[in-house]
Nanobody, 125 residues
Framework: QVQLVESGGGLVQAGGSLRLSCAAS????????MGWYRQAPGKQLQLIAT???????NYADPVKGRFTISRDNAKGTVYLQMSSLKPEDTAVYYC???????????????????WGQGTQVAVSS
């Protein structure tokens, strides 16, 4: 079973930093685009950063210049380095990856989106 496991969330003061990690595991053929989303209480899920398999990145305006997305293809892991955190960054953060899994027989299966379990980031004033 392919899964994404997130870690690194926590409580931090405004102006501080955190690094989130999201590691893929299971029978995986390849991992394509990866990204980070967040959802604040009472608000919609928001895409905040993406990275392609080749390393090209994009950011939502609220996090540009403060957050950095990166990936380690050998580890199947995507990271989100968050700096200069603000109270409005408080949310549950979810990673997402487009993955082509392998069957039990080692054959490539259909590409699909997979999600991490979510990790809470709380930024205090």
């Amino acid at each position: 079973q392919v899964q994404l496991v997130e870690s690194g969330g926590g409580l931090v003061q405004a102006g501080g930093s955190l690094r989130l990690s999201c590691a893929a595991s299971g029978r995986i053929g390849n991992i394509n685009d990866m990204g980070w989303y967040r959802q604040a209480p009472g608000k919609q899920l928001q895409l905040i950063a993406t990275i392609t398999s080749g390393g090209s990145t994009n950011y939502a305006d609220p996090v540009k210049g403060r957050f950095t997305i990166s990936r380690d293809n050998a580890k199947g892991t995507v990271y989100l380095q968050m700096s200069s955190l603000k109270p409005e960054d408080t949310a549950v953060y979810y990673c997402n990856a487009r993955i082509r899994p392998l069957s039990a027989w080692g054959a490539p299966s259909a590409e699909a989106d997979y999600w991490g379990q979510g990790t809470q980031v709380a930024v205090s004033s």
